[in-house]
């Protein structure tokens, strides 16, 4: 199947660049990351999306169920993930898919519901393009009460809580990112 792109409008950058969930913030990313730790429910599962916080997560002993990495920071600089790539490879799954930078792919799209499918097992997702809309991915399709960890740049760790409100939030937002292709992926309830 081609790969389809949806580009995110200029519009709904502001909306999307503020945090959701609450935030663990800090200069000290070991201490950032440890509150973050502390501040959820260890019997849920875990999505990590970005390459800072995995590796930080990861640094810190905690091995979320499911990451989502591009090998790039914020400033575009390569970031070292072998040691995350290898303990993924040791206990789950690690999967490669095409996301180019500011859009959502149908590539991600269809790997995220095929792991949101797949609660019991891990997953390391590295993507070729960039990572970062894909959190809105993770709001819309995770299993409810999962935890949604993310990264924002110079501030700290946002943690969410998947719930009714944050799903009904990215499904809007991904309608209209996604338009009339919406439906290809999304049942309307």
């Known amino acids: 199947m081609a790969l389809k792109v949806y580009p995110l ?33 260890h019997s849920k599962r875990v999505w990590s999306v970005g390459d800072v916080v995995t590796k930080s997560l990861v640094e810190a002993g905690f091995i979320p169920h499911v990451a989502i990495v591009d090998r790039v920071t914020l400033r575009g600089e390569n970031i070292e993930i072998d040691e995350v790539e ?16 500011g859009t959502i792919s149908s590539e991600a799209i269809n790997t995220i519901k095929y792991i949101a499918g797949k609660p019991g097992e891990r997953f390391l997702v590295i993507v070729e393009g960039e990572e970062d809309l894909l959190s809105l991915l993770v709001a819309a399709i ?15 760790i946002a943690v969410v809580e998947i719930d009714q409100r944050i799903r009904a939030f990215a499904l809007n937002i991904l309608r209209e990112i996604l338009g009339e292709d919406y439906s290809l992926y999304f049942a309307d309830p």
């Open 86 to 101: 290898g303990i993924y490879s040791q206990v789950g799954i690690v999967m490669e898919i095409r996301n180019p930078r």
């Open 9 to 41: 409008p200029e519009r709904l950058r502001g909306v999307l660049s503020r945090e959701y969930g609450f935030l663990v913030e800090g200069v000290d990313r070991v201490s950032v990351t440890r509150r973050a730790i502390m501040a959820i429910h």
């Open 142 to 156: 995770a299993n409810y009460s999962e935890i949604l960890l993310y990264g924002i740049p110079r501030r700290g």
